[in-house]
């Protein structure tokens, strides 16, 4: 019998919450980014403006990107 713990779960609202608190992407934030994105949840309109606010973010230079 084998026992595994429940992942957690978080919502894309509160991955870009985080991104942009920090001002910063780290390789966590990618990795729950990217976990929430390919969830196959609903994505609409509201999750495309929140991806949208990251990408702006990073383009603006407001957000950035940590490689360790």
């Keep these: 019998m084998s026992s595994t713990s429940p992942s957690p779960t978080y919502?894309?609202?509160h991955v870009v919450e985080r991104i942009?608190?920090?001002r910063q992407?780290?390789?966590v934030d990618r990795h729950l980014l990217t976990h929430v994105l390919t969830n196959p949840s609903y994505f609409g309109r509201r999750e495309?403006?929140?991806v949208?606010?990251?990408f702006d973010g990073i383009h603006d230079g407001n957000i950035?990107?940590?490689d360790n």
């Design 64 to 66: 950035w990107i940590v």
């Design 48 to 50: 495309q403006n929140l």
């Design 25 to 27: 992407i780290t390789p």
């Design 11 to 13: 919502s894309l609202e």
């Design 52 to 54: 949208d606010r990251v």
């Design 20 to 22: 942009c608190a920090f």
